[in-house]
C-alpha cells in the first residue's frame, strides 16, 4: 500500500531526536512507515538535539535503535532509503540566536514542517520563540506535543499559551498514544458499525463498564519525574479518560477532527465531579510495598532506587466515575490502574444487564449477564461471553457459558499489529487531527482530575498500602463492592 503521494513533502523536527522516546518509538514507527512506502520520497527527517554529533554518529546511533527496537527483521534497502533521509542539527533549545543554525538547514525546498516535541513540556516555549525567532513558523507547519502537558489546569494552561501564541490550533497536534492503538479505534466501528452493540449501548442495556489499566512494571529508574506525577496524572487523566470518551460518547456526524473531539469533549464534560464530600466513596489510590512478581522479590515504592521518605503518590488509582446525561446516568464507569500489578494487562470490560426472567432455572438457576470484553494488550481482540445450549439428548436442557472469541493475531494472522505511534505519525504526515486531543478535551479533564487531587490533598491520608504483585489495595475491591459488583480479574 502506498499514499505517500496524498501528501506534500514534509521536514520531520525531532526535537529531543536522541531521546528515549525518539529512539524508542518515533524512528521505528517512522522506519515502518517507509517499510510501507507511506512517507513522500521528498520528505527528510531532522534530529535535532544538544550533544555534539555529527551526521555519520547519528545515523549509526539510528540503525543500532532501529535493530534493537523494531520487532521484524531489517530489510536492508529500506533502512538505506530511510538513513538517506537523516540530517542532524547541534541546537541549544534554550538559545533563541542558535535556531539560525535550524533555518540553515531547512532553508532547501518548500515542504511543510512538522516540529515534534520529544522534550519535557518545559522547554516547549523556548523552542516556540526560537522558531519564531529564526522565522521557522509558517500557516502551513504543524506541531506535535507529547504528553504530560502540565501536571494541573493552571500548568497546562500555561503550556498550552506558550505553544498557542506562534501555533494555531488546527496546527497543533497533541499526542496520546492509546488513541493509535489498533483496538482503541476499533472501539468507534464495534460501536458504530454494529447495531447489536449500538442499539443496546445505553442505561437500558448495560449495567456497567470496568476499564483496567495494569502494568508490571513499576518506576523504571524514573522516581525523580514519576513521583512529581503519580498514577492520576500519568495515566487517569489522559489515557483512561480518552478510552472512556470513546467507549461513551454520542455517535459523530461523521469521522472528522472536529465531530469526534466535539462528543468526546461532551463526555469528560458531563463527569460527576468527584471532590472532598464524596472523595472516600468514589476513589481510592494506593501505593506498592515489598511484593514478588512472578516468582522474583521486588522493591516497594519508597524502597525504589533514588526513593525519598514518606512520599504520598500514588502508583494506584480505582475511581467510580459517573456520566451525569441520558445516556448513561444510573451507569457506573469503574476505572482502575496501577503499577507492580500481576501481569501487563489493559482491557474494558462492558457488562450488560441480566436477562429479566429465567425459564432456564432447571438447568441453571441464576443466569450470567452477558459480558462484553475488549482487550488492549497484550492479546489484542474482542471476546463476547454468552449462553449457550450443551449438545446431546437430556431428561433437561442443559445450557452453559461460552465465548465468541475475535482474537486479532488469530484472525489476522497476515497482518501485522500496527504500533500506535506508526499510525499517528502517519496521520500527522495526511494532516488529520481526529485522533489527537484538543486543548478543550486536555483542559476538561485537568478540572476534573485537579478536583481528585486536591481531595486526595487535602485529607492528609497515606495513600493505602497494597503488596507488588497483587491487583491493588483491599479498599479498592470495598470500592465495587459496595455495588454489589466486582473486578474482573
Known amino acids: 500500500m502506498n499514499n505517500s503521494n496524498n501528501q506534500t513533502a514534509s521536514e520531520i523536527v525531532i526535537f529531543g531526536a536522541l531521546g528515549d522516546l525518539s529512539r524508542r518509538k518515533l524512528l521505528p514507527a517512522l522506519y515502518q512507515l517507509e517499510v510501507c512506502g507511506l512517507i513522500n520520497e521528498a520528505s527528510r527527517i531532522v534530529g535535532v538535539a544538544k550533544p555534539e554529533h555529527d551526521i555519520e554518529a547519528f545515523k549509526t546511533t539510528v540503525i543500532d535503535n532501529l535493530h534493537k527496537f523494531v520487532k521484524e527483521k531489517i530489510d536492508d534497502k529500506v533502512l538505506t532509503r530511510f538513513i538517506n533521509r537523516l540530517v542532524y542539527q547541534v541546537l541549544d533549545f534554550k538559545d533563541s540566536n542558535s535556531f539560525t543554525k535550524l533555518a540553515d538547514t531547512l532553508a532547501a525546498g518548500n515542504s511543510t514542517r512538522i516540529y515534534y516535541f520529544s522534550t519535557s513540556p518545559v522547554i516547549y516555549g523556548d523552542i516556540c520563540k526560537g522558531l519564531n525567532h529564526a522565522n521557522l513558523i509558517q500557516p502551513k507547519d504543524r506541531v506535535v506535543m507529547e504528553k504530560p502537558i502540565g501536571h494541573s489546569l493552571a500548568s497546562s494552561i500555561a503550556i498550552n499559551n506558550q505553544v498557542s501564541d506562534y501555533f494555531n490550533e488546527n496546527q497543533t497536534y497533541r499526542i496520546d498514544h492509546y488513541l493509535g492503538k489498533e483496538t482503541v479505534l476499533n472501539l468507534l466501528v464495534l460501536r458504530f458499525a454494529n447495531s447489536l452493540f449500538s442499539n443496546n449501548w445505553d442505561r437500558n442495556s448495560i449495567d456497567h463498564v470496568q476499564i483496567t489499566v495494569a502494568e508490571s512494571v513499576g518506576i523504571e529508574g524514573r522516581w525523580g519525574f514519576y513521583d512529581d506525577a503519580g498514577q492520576m496524572r500519568d ?11 470513546l467507549l461513551a460518547m454520542e455517535p459523530p456526524a461523521d469521522l472528522s477532527a472536529e465531530s469526534v473531539r466535539i462528543e468526546k469533549l461532551k463526555v469528560v464534560k458531563a463527569l460527576k465531579t468527584i471532590d472532598k464530600d464524596n472523595i472516600k466513596e468514589k476513589a481510592v489510590r494506593g501505593q506498592y510495598s515489598d511484593g514478588f512478581l512472578e516468582g522474583s522479590a521486588v522493591p516497594g515504592y519508597l524502597n525504589e532506587e533514588g526513593a525519598k521518605e514518606n512520599s504520598y503518590t500514588e502508583t494506584f488509582v480505582a475511581i467510580k466515575a459517573e456520566i ?17 500489578m500481576p501481569k501487563k494487562h489493559s482491557e474494558i470490560v462492558v457488562h450488560f444487564k441480566k436477562p ?11 443466569l450470567p449477564a452477558n459480558k462484553l470484553t475488549i482487550r488492549l494488550q497484550p492479546d489484542e481482540g474482542v471476546e463476547l461471553q454468552m449462553m449457550n445450549k450443551i449438545p446431546g439428548i437430556a431428561s433437561q436442557m442443559r445450557i452453559q457459558e461460552n465465548k465468541l472469541d475475535l482474537s486479532f493475531s488469530d484472525t489476522y494472522q497476515d497482518q501485522r499489529v500496527v504500533d500506535a505511534y506508526e499510525r499517528l505519525m502517519l496521520e500527522i504526515l495526511n494532516g488529520n487531527q481526529s485522533l489527537f486531543v484538543s486543548r478543550d478535551e486536555v483542559e476538561a479533564a485537568w478540572i476534573w482530575a485537579d478536583s481528585i487531587i486536591d481531595a486526595w490533598k487535602a485529607s492528609g491520608e497515606a495513600p493505602k498500602p497494597y503488596a507488588a504483585g497483587s491487583w491493588g489495595p483491599v479498599s479498592s475491591i470495598s470500592l465495587i463492592a459496595r455495588d454489589n459488583r466486582q473486578w474482573v480479574e
Open 324 to 340: 451525569d446525561n441520558w445516556r448513561w446516568t444510573g451507569v457506573p464507569f469503574y476505572l482502575r490502574t496501577g503499577k507492580r
Open 235 to 245: 495515566m487517569v487523566q489522559n489515557h483512561l479518560l480518552q478510552i472512556l470518551s
Open 356 to 366: 429479566p426472567h429465567n425459564i432456564f432455572k432447571d438447568s441453571y438457576s441464576d
